[in-house]
């Protein structure tokens, strides 16, 4: 299933540095849906490095957060980032794809929760996140899922 595409009214609603396709330096991340999992990929480059050789931990945290994003977005709803929680299992190296998933775990009148998780093509994990996210409206309204 595809990804609803939100509305971009000019190029500037266009940038965010994880999904925007005009961001010369963002991410460019791409989602689908399969039966209410968000899954993606993205592969860390040299300018993405804290340490030599390993991904940034924040680089890391924005995939977390963008594919959560995305997971409230399909379940029809516009949220913001309430409360993040990541842990870190393993050095990511650059170079190396990375396999991202979220998806909604509980939903209340006020609040969504949502996994996610960044894994290595070995499966192994990479980080794990939760959070919690404040309704603010229903997708029809959404400009940007992030």
């Not at 849906?33 to 899954?39: L, M, P, S, T, V």
């Not at 963008?66 to 980032?81: K, Q, R, S």
């Not at 209340?108 to 290595?120: G, I, M, P």
Request: charged share 20%.
């Amino acid at each position: 299933m595809q990804i609803p595409k939100p509305q971009i009214k000019d190029k500037s609603d266009n940038l965010c540095f994880a999904c925007g396709k005009d961001n010369p330096i963002g991410l460019k991340l791409h989602f689908t849906n399969e039966a209410g999992e968000i899954k993606g990929q993205f592969t860390p480059g040299e300018l993405h490095q804290g340490w030599s050789g390993i991904t940034h931990g924040g680089i890391l945290y924005t995939l977390l957060d963008e594919a959560g994003g995305y997971a409230v977005m399909c379940a029809g709803l516009n949220c913001i980032t309430a409360k993040s929680e990541v842990r870190f299992n393993s050095l990511a190296p650059v170079n190396e794809t990375i396999q991202i998933s979220a998806r909604v775990t509980k939903k209340t009148s006020r609040l969504v929760e949502t996994e996610a998780t960044l894994s290595r093509q070995d499966g192994s994990t990479i980080a794990q996140n939760l959070s919690l996210w404040y309704i603010a409206g229903n997708s029809n309204t959404t400009k940007h899922p992030g």
